[in-house]
């Protein structure tokens, strides 16, 4: 039977450093992970990387290659990213700690992925963007950013602490939901509730519907029933 370790994916963007990747496949060996997962790598399997990797040397073999970010989270039904950057912009952000039972109810019936950026400048905004939640490690202000490999050892062990008998039914992939944000966009545009030529209010409106849709994850029946809704909404303001 498969454990709900199994549906999360430890998704590295960019990383460069062979030695970094192979640490964070023994890290995720440790507290019982397996699906790694590295966005657009530079070569990897080198001697360093395996020598890191120790037991986490099979998790290194098989690690699924993703050519580019969108390819990498397209299956997924909860998109998390990790950051040390705070600010109302980037969407909410909570410690660790807290977001550890949200991942763990989520992923009993669906494939999460938590992100981690690359080692000099993390995720860039375009991929916070995708994010429905975003997940801080507390650490101290004089020395705030952590290895790359330590950030996926701490988030590993937090969530190998705790089991929870609640689950969240199946969601829908993010490939599935994406047409739902322009449909929505458009049938406010019809209701003028963004007012012509505001692109910044648009933007900011439509970022944070996707965090909050993203976070709280769609059935197949709730994505059915708001893309009926922008149907019906579209069917009255025509009559008129």
């Known amino acids: ?6 549906n999360i994916s430890f998704i590295l963007v960019e990383p460069k450093e062979p030695g970094n990747i192979g640490a964070a496949a023994r890290a995720m060996k440790n507290m019982g992970f397996s699906k790694l997962e590295l966005v657009h790598p530079g070569y990897f399997f080198t001697s360093e990387a395996k020598q ?49 039972r949200r991942i763990i109810t989520v992923s009993k019936k669906n494939k999460v992925a938590i992100l981690f950026g690359r080692e000099r400048i993390g995720l860039t905004n375009r991929e916070i963007e995708e994010c429905g ?50 449909r929505i966009e458009s ?20 970022k944070n519907l996707k965090h909050l849709v993203g976070r709280a994850g769609l059935t197949d029946w709730e994505l059915k029933m708001l893309q009926g809704l922008c149907t019906q909404v579209e069917r009255k303001i025509k009559e008129k």
């Not at 705790?162 to 739902?180: D, F, G, H, I, R």
Request: aromatic letters at 4%; one cysteine or more; hydrophobic letters at 40%.
């Open 133 to 182: 939640l975003l997940i801080t490690i507390p650490s101290d202000p004089a020395a705030p950013s952590l290895n790359l490999a330590q950030s996926v050892m701490l988030v590993a062990y937090e969530l190998s602490q705790k089991t929870y008998k609640s689950e969240l039914p199946a969601l829908m992939k993010q490939k599935e939901v994406e047409p739902l944000y322009a």
């Open 1 to 6: 039977m498969n454990s709900w370790k199994d």
């Open 187 to 206: 049938t406010l545009k019809l209701l003028e509730f963004i007012p012509r030529g505001d692109a910044d209010l648009e933007k900011k409106i439509m």
């Open 52 to 100: 890191m990797a120790c037991q986490g040397v099979t998790i290194l073999d098989n690690a699924t290659i993703h050519k580019s970010f969108r390819e990498a989270i397209e299956d997924k039904r909860l998109v998390i990213g990790t950051t040390r950057r705070m600010g109302r912009r980037r969407g909410l952000i909570v410690p660790l700690k807290e977001s550890v």
